[in-house]
DNA sequence: CACCAGGCAAGTA
DNA sequence: TACTTGCATGGT
């Protein structure tokens, strides 16, 4: 067993101590959970549900509804989220893939192994690496991991990577520590924006950080 | 007022 | 490959 993937284990236990289980993700369906994947890219959630909000009041929360409407409409309808424009495009680049392809079909579409599944979703324009891996885990429900910007800042604050660790080199090695279970990577990944949201802001330095399973020096504890 | 938020694509060197 | 820029609203 590695350093790297003995502090990986120890900070999945030490979150679900401290917070407990949190049941991601916070959407009613499938289709609202990758609505929501492509509008919080780089933007605060509470944003997020307000674009969500508008959409669920025009019955919009579904894949043939939204691919009957009119990008322009369904931009206006997502402004609360920031970059509309781009983001009206790129669920519209979503929703058009899927129902050419599959006929408006998710589960069609999610009857596939989770790294083909991967690699349609990154061919869609709009959606990278971390919306892919979230549809993957938390639509799909197929064991990948998530690393976003709260992932990559919390092992960067307790130095289990340095500053060059790209997305792949910290996806490996959050996969190479854990069993590919996708009830463990759910729920890790929705502790650490959990944690992170609270105690691992850019400004909030680590001294509220309820994550102490060792030093900041890299030590163990 | 400045800074930040659960990214991504396109352009440049 | 590595770095830069545009995209935009709303909360702190």
């Known amino acids: 067993m590695t350093r790297s993937a003995t502090l990986i284990r120890q900070i999945y236990d030490a979150l679900l101590e401290r917070f407990g289980p949190q049941n991601w993700w916070p959407a009613q369906s499938a289709t609202e959970m990758m609505i929501g994947a492509i509008l919080t890219q780089n933007t605060a959630w509470k944003n997020v549900e307000q674009a969500l909000a508008n959409l669920r009041r025009e019955g919009l929360l579904d894949l043939r509804a939204l691919h009957q409407t009119p990008v322009e409409t369904l931009a206006q309808l997502i402004r609360p989220a920031g970059y509309y424009n781009i983001k009206a495009r790129r669920l519209m680049n979503l929703i ?3 129902c050419t392809r599959y006929d408006c079909d998710l589960d069609a ?3 596939q192994p989770a790294h083909t599944l991967r690699e349609e979703l990154l061919s869609i324009s709009g959606v990278g690496r971390e919306t892919a891996d979230s549809i993957v885990l938390y639509a799909a429900k197929k064991p990948t991991f998530v690393v976003d910007a709260y992932t990559a800042r919390i092992l960067r604050r307790h130095f289990v990577i340095d500053e060059t660790a790209d997305y792949e080199e910290i ?5 190479s520590a854990l069993p590919a279970d996708e009830p463990l990577f759910n729920e890790y990944h929705a502790l650490i924006v959990m944690c992170a949201k609270g105690y691992c802001r850019p400004r909030a330095l680590c ?3 309820p994550l102490n399973v060792f030093d900041h020096d890299g030590a163990l504890r």
């Open 207 to 209: 001294e509220h950080c």
């Open 171 to 175: 996806k490996d090695l959050f996969e």
């Open 96 to 98: 058009d893939f899927i």
């Open 109 to 111: 579409f999610f009857d």
